[in-house]
């Protein structure tokens, strides 16, 4: 295996497949979607084009009236009002069509931007719902590269392809209507390079398209790489794999450098091919033309139109060319994005949801069977959870502690049975509504790299200063966050970086305090408290969960003491169910448990 196949994980190798043969149905339908309301804003850019297009046509016209009838006539004397007015028309075409350009560019880069806009808001929007199935196995690394590298694609699409083909099929069917129309004998012999630019232009859009999808692949697995390999840099550093990950950055590197000389290889083919075949064209115009000014049956002013238009022609086809290689380039990236968009979100959304106008917060599981992937966690579980009872869940990894608290705040639903709030399911409660009254804080106490104050605000949107600080003080945080350089105005940098593990704690316990949840869950959410720390924490948790239903995950036995009731499991089932002073007397698992704490303590 190569250094790099490691890299390529079953959502990417889903997304090869689906993109193996043509041109995917639902890039296109994606594509189509963006246009959808904007028809208006789009027949006034093709308007426009229509108008450029049109002067263009003229001005062959008006250099074989010059040659034809003005230029001869100027030796006697005459002709020279014809030649004025033949250049001032000229120069108001230049004008013209220089408003036009501009006025299409303009509207052209204004429509694509605002399709744009709404694409990188559906995409991200649609990703935030996706449940934690998806994003744990669909890399961050890949869901940035759709948010940016495949987004750019579709951007140069919108902002320029569409304008490109607009532009060149007007002028390439306006041109061949004005040779015909000009002298169609000359016409069928420009007709005979029509299949060999044809055949040769269908042989670059089928290659370039799987090019645009071998380098967008190339693409997407090296940020995959670098997002991944800098996120996890203190693992990188700490077991030295700076060398291993550069190994095999040079790999997916190279892999993505080749994809990008193929694309280039073809465009250097294609580009070339196309001009030689013009110029061919305009050769045979001018040796079969010549011969007929030659023998009268042509006029040297028509033979010059011809010309001209002749040449018109061949920029338009090579915008076609690269109208198909942005084309190729959106449909690939648009294939990943759809995909990525009919990502069915796992908690459904019910068409009649309950709204819990107030939440007393009591918890069942009744008969609930989960299980990630092929491992089985829980089978057939039952437990009731009064409201008002703070209920600690010990055990050893694995046994399905965090499952459970997954369950009640709704991150996963069960595979059958049910989990009820207030005696109804939570599938058939309003998201809003559940979420509001059931918040879920767990060890990685994850913050934004925003002020103090904005991320405890992040539990409760538009709180006043007031409010945060009463949050703050009401968990211990107060005499930390003055300590901070601007207090709550600091800023806390990437994932809270410039705070100790112990005030990320606190800062993400004052978010989920200001939320005043009924139901508060904290898993294993004071494991990387230091122990001054942990003892304020531990006072605000008794104040706090007095009056709310809560499920806390601890290792540590003074988080566990403060419960009403303690449940011990193993292997998804429970083994002893009382409260802490009864289970550390019944000589059973939690007794153990509690004696080992007990020896860690006096150890340290």
């Known amino acids: 295996m190569s250094s790099t196949a490691g890299w390529r994980g079953k959502g990417e190798a889903e997304e090869l497949v689906a993109m193996s043969t043509s041109v995917h149905p639902a890039s296109r339908a994606l594509l189509l979607s963006l246009l959808r309301g904007r028809g208006r804003q789009l027949s006034v850019v093709i308007s426009t084009f229509v108008a450029r297009s049109a002067v263009a046509t003229v001005v062959p016209i008006l250099v074989k009236v010059a040659i034809d009838n003005g230029i001869p006539q100027l030796s006697n004397g005459k002709g020279g009002a014809t030649v004025a007015i033949i250049f001032g028309l000229l120069v108001l075409c230049a004008f013209v069509q220089a408003g036009f350009d501009y006025i299409s560019t303009s509207m052209m880069g204004r429509l694509g931007q605002d399709m744009l806009y709404d694409l990188r808001r559906r995409v991200f929007g649609h990703v935030q719902r996706l449940g934690m199935a998806f994003h744990e196995r669909y890399s961050s690394g890949r869901v940035i590269s759709r948010l940016t590298n495949d987004m750019e694609s579709i951007d140069q699409l919108l902002s320029q392809g569409i304008g490109l083909l607009a532009w060149a099929l007007l002028t390439v069917v306006t041109t061949v209507v004005a040779l015909v129309v000009l002298d169609w004998k000359l016409a069928l012999v420009v007709s005979a390079f029509f299949p060999v630019i044809w055949a040769l232009t269908r042989w670059f859009r089928i290659k370039s ?153 009591s918890i069942d599981m009744r008969d609930v069977t989960f299980s990630y992937g092929a491992r089985d966690v829980l089978g057939n579980f039952n437990l009731s959870i009064p409201a008002g009872q703070t209920l600690a869940l010990v055990g050893e990894t694995g046994a399905g502690k965090s499952t459970i608290a997954r369950l009640v705040g709704r991150l996963y639903d069960p595979v059958s049975g049910e989990v009820a709030l207030d005696g109804v399911d939570m599938r058939s409660l309003d998201l809003k509504s559940m979420h509001d009254n059931v918040v879920m804080v767990t060890q990685e106490n994850f913050l934004f790299s925003q002020s103090v104050a904005e991320n405890i605000a992040f539990g409760k949107p538009g709180a006043s200063h007031e409010e945060i600080a009463a949050a703050a003080s009401a968990i211990g945080a107060d005499a930390v966050i003055d300590a901070l350089p601007d207090g709550y105005e600091t800023a806390i940098g990437k994932r809270g970086a410039h705070l100790s593990a112990g005030q990320r704690q606190l800062l993400s316990f004052a978010r989920a305090f200001i939320a005043d949840p009924r139901v508060l869950i904290l898993d294993e959410a004071t494991s990387s408290l230091d122990i001054p720390t942990e003892r304020l924490v531990q006072e605000a948790l008794k104040t706090l969960l007095a009056k709310r239903t809560a499920i806390v995950i601890a290792h540590r036995l003074s988080t566990v003491e403060i419960a009403d009731r303690v449940i011990v499991l193993d292997r998804g089932g429970i083994v002893e169910d009382g409260t802490p002073d009864q289970l550390s007397r019944a000589g059973g698992p939690y007794q153990l448990l509690h004696d080992e704490w007990r020896r860690s303590l006096a150890a340290s």
């Open 209 to 361: 398209l799987h090019a645009s999808r071998r380098t967008r692949e190339a693409a997407a697995v090296l940020i995959v790489h670098f997002v991944e390999s800098l996120r996890g840099v203190a693992a990188v550093q700490a077991f030295r794999r700076e060398e291993r990950n550069e190994d095999i950055l040079r790999g997916l590197n190279a892999k993505y450098r080749v994809a990008k000389q193929t694309t280039t290889r073809l465009s250097a083919v294609y580009g070339p091919s196309l001009h030689g075949l013009g110029n061919l064209s305009i050769a045979a115009v001018l040796a079969v033309g010549g011969a007929r000014v030659m023998d009268g049956t042509m006029t040297v002013g028509t033979l010059a139109a011809f010309v001209l238009y002749l040449r018109r022609m061949v920029e338009p086809v090579l915008d076609l060319s690269q109208f198909f290689t942005l084309y190729q380039s959106a449909a690939a990236a648009a294939e990943k994005l759809a995909l990525l968009l009919n990502e069915e979100p796992e908690l459904k959304t019910p068409e009649e949801p309950i709204v819990l106008a107030s939440c007393r917060g």
